[in-house]
């Protein structure tokens, strides 16, 4: 299987993992995982996607995208929230009583889906013509 020598690993890269935190780094390695944990799976990657890619949303907007009931939504909501990929907040709207609640991509959700799984999708072309056995 021929491989691209063009794509380099950093030999200067730390024996320990947890060294390639920052000092004061707002999360752990533990934490990092996690947050691509939750994006692996799909219902909470398509939260993160269309939170990206179209901002701030609303579960009833999120339910009817998704077409998936409330309590899944709620779940994996939740999860993201949890891992610090999404936000929730609430505000009033002009005119109307109570609060009302939307979800939001952070920096964190938005660079783990754009340079992570969103970057492995695009690059599959470039992955196939890496890997493929039939071209010498």
Do not use: W
């Not at 990657?45 to 999120?62: A, Q």
């Not at 995208?65 to 409330?70: F, K, P, S, T």
């Not at 964190?108 to 695009?122: A, H, P, Y």
């Amino acid at each position: 299987m021929p491989t691209d020598q063009t794509r380099t690993v950093d030999r200067n890269s730390p024996d320990d993992p947890e060294d390639l935190l920052p000092e004061k780094s707002v999360f752990d390695l533990d934490e990092y995982l996690a947050m691509h944990a939750a994006v692996g799976h799909r219902t909470r990657y398509e939260i993160l996607y269309r939170l990206v890619h179209n901002g701030e949303m609303s579960p009833k907007e999120l339910e009817k995208a998704l077409d998936i009931d409330d309590s899944t939504l709620h779940y994996h909501l939740n999860e993201l929230v949890d891992v610090g990929l999404v936000e929730k907040r609430q505000r009033t709207e002009r005119g109307q009583d109570g609060l009302y609640t939307y979800y939001r991509a952070t920096v964190f959700g938005e660079v783990t889906l754009t340079d992570g799984v969103d970057e492995l999708i695009r690059g599959e072309q470039t992955f196939e013509a890496m890997y493929d056995s039939s071209t010498k």
